[in-house]
Structures are given as C-alpha cells and as structure tokens.
Antibody, heavy 120, light 112 residues
Framework: QGQLVQSGAEVKKPGASVKVSCEASGYTFTGYYMHWVRRAPGQGLEWMGW????????NYAQKFQVRVTMTRDTSVSTVYMELSSLRSDDTAVYYCASKKSGSGRGLDYWGQGTLVTVSS | QLVLTQPPSVSGAPGQRVTISCTGSSSNIGAGYDVHWYQQLPGTAPKLLIY???NRPSGVPDRFSGSKSGTSASLAITGLQAEDEADYYC????????????FGGGTKLTVL
C-alpha cells in the first residue's frame, strides 16, 4: 500500500518562498505522477500541477505558472514543491497526491498535508 | 469562477439517499474525460471515492456510486450514515488553457 509523507508546517513572511517535500513509499516511485493540491481556509480543493518523477516533466496550473516549481529526487523517492513570492492568500494546507501513470484512476495516495501560513 | 459546479451543501437523515451534482462543460466532462470523486472528512486528507465515473476503489462501500451524462456527473450515497458527513469534490481533466486538472467547489454533506 502506497504512502506519502510530507514535511512539517511552515510559517513564512509575505514575499518569501516555501519548499514542501513529499516522500513516497510502498510503490514504484517513477510509475506514478505526483500532483500537488491545496486547500485554503474556508475554500475548496485547488489543483496546482503535477510532475512525472520518471522524466521530470511538469505541468502547472496557469494560476501558478510563474511562482511554482516542482522537482524530484529519485534517489530518495521524494518530490518537492516550491512556491515563491508568497502572499497571505497562499495560506493553506498543501497536499501531494499520486496517480498511477497511464491508468484511468484518480489520485490514489495522498500525503497528510502541510500547513503553510503566510503572515507578517 | 469554477470550471466544475457543485451545490455548496446537501443534507439528509440517516438511511436516506442523497445525490451531489457536478456540472461541467464541453472542455471537460462533455469532452468525454473521466470524473473522479473525493471524500474529505474533517481534519483529514482527501480520499479517492469514485474513479472513472462509476468505479469504486477497494474498501469503498457500495453505498457510494457515480454516474455521468453529457456535461454533468453525479455522486449518489444511499443508506446515509453519520460517518458520511464530509466534504465531497468532483474532479476532471480540462483541455482548455493547455490542459489541467480541475476540481469542483466542493459540497458539504450534513447528516441530520
């Protein structure tokens, strides 16, 4: 059974950057696309983008195109999501979630979430 | 402006049946892309509930079912139980603006 473990909560000032990690286990790391989804307080789920851990290819939601960078380190089965130029409305719980490459399934495995608070 | 539209809330008594709609457009559901549904219990990460319009991952009770027609999809829950109280989200691929995944706004289910 797959498991995703994310890094701990972060508090950042406006204008700073944050980097959240997501370590995968229990499945073939390079066989699943990794997505990032966030949920701001009082809001719904918002898709941010995905990374293909096998190739490193990425696809970002237009809203985050200029501010987000997703990378991976296959040696430790970990993906990273970095969001720059943080604003107060970036305060949210950030989730990584994986989907088997080429399958018709949705996001099977989810991390526990990382709370990012942006405050001066 | 959300690409997939869901009712903000629905409610039902224990044992009843409720449905949650998800309305899209010709660039997502209407284009033939699969719809997936997620359940998010308070304080927890979302969980895949229905995939590929009407398939349940192992472990999901058959009280949950999904359907799709045209530019819309629906999630039905029968035999409502107190533990079903959660937020529910539909999700699909959208081929507008270089393609992306999109979520509905979410529906809060209250068990009366």
């Amino acid at each position: 059974q797959g498991q995703l473990v994310q890094s701990g909560a972060e508090v950042k000032k406006p204008g700073a950057s944050v980097k959240v990690s997501c370590e995968a286990s229990g499945y073939t790391f390079t066989g699943y696309y990794m997505h990032w989804v966030r949920r701001a307080p009082g809001q719904g789920l918002e898709w941010m983008g995905w990374i293909n851990p096998n190739s490193g290819d990425t696809n970002y939601a237009q809203k985050f195109q200029v501010r987000v960078t997703m990378t991976r380190d296959t040696s430790v089965s970990t993906v990273y999501m970095e969001l720059s130029s943080l604003r107060s409305d970036d305060t949210a719980v950030y989730y990584c979630a994986s989907k088997k490459s080429g399958s018709g399934r949705g996001l099977d495995y989810w991390g526990q979430g990382t709370l990012v608070t942006v405050s001066s | 402006q959300l690409v997939l539209t869901q009712p903000p809330s629905v409610s039902g008594a224990p044992g009843q049946r409720v449905t949650i709609s998800c309305t899209g457009s010709s660039s997502n559901i209407g284009a033939g892309y699969d719809v997936h549904w997620y359940q998010q219990l308070p304080g927890t990460a979302p969980k895949l509930l229905i995939y590929g319009n009407n398939n349940r991952p192992s472990g999901v009770p058959d009280r949950f079912s999904g359907s799709k027609s045209g530019t819309s999809a629906s999630l039905a829950i029968t035999g409502l139980q107190a533990e079903d109280e959660a937020d529910y989200y539909c999700q699909a691929y959208d081929n507008y603006l270089s393609g992306s995944w999109v979520f509905g706004g979410g529906t809060k289910l209250t068990v009366l």
